[in-house]
């Protein structure tokens, strides 16, 4: 059973960082699109940044420059380091691997912000 498991989320104050760990069982990283999304209260689930096989990275506008997503193949393992948070990212932070019709998510991890 393919497995994506999500840590590192938590509690941090306005402008501290956190790094979320994404390692991912049962299936050959290497291969995948990553993506980290997130979903708050009462929102829909949005893509914050995504890393493609060859490496490619793309991030939407609210993170650029604050957060980076990297993926490490060989620990089978994708991260995103998050900078300078503010409360508004408080979310539940999901993990994402996609390639052709495979699509597979994490349980997720929660990210609170306080100001």
């Known amino acids: 059973q393919v497995q994506l498991v999500e840590s590192g989320g938590g509690l941090v104050q306005a402008g501290g960082s956190l790094r979320l760990s994404c390692a991912v069982f049962r299936i050959n990283l290497s291969f995948y699109t990553m993506g980290w999304y997130r979903q708050a209260p009462g929102k829909q689930r949005e893509l914050v940044a995504s890393i493609s096989s060859g490496g490619n990275t793309n991030y939407v506008d609210f993170v650029k420059g604050r957060f980076t997503i990297a993926r490490d193949n060989a620990k089978n393992t994708v991260y995103l380091q998050m900078n300078n948070l503010k409360p508004e990212d408080t979310a539940v932070y999901y993990c994402?691997?996609?390639?052709?019709?495979?699509?597979?998510w994490g349980q997720g991890t929660q990210v609170t912000v306080s100001s």
């Open positions: 994402n691997g996609r390639v052709l019709t495979n699509n597979y």
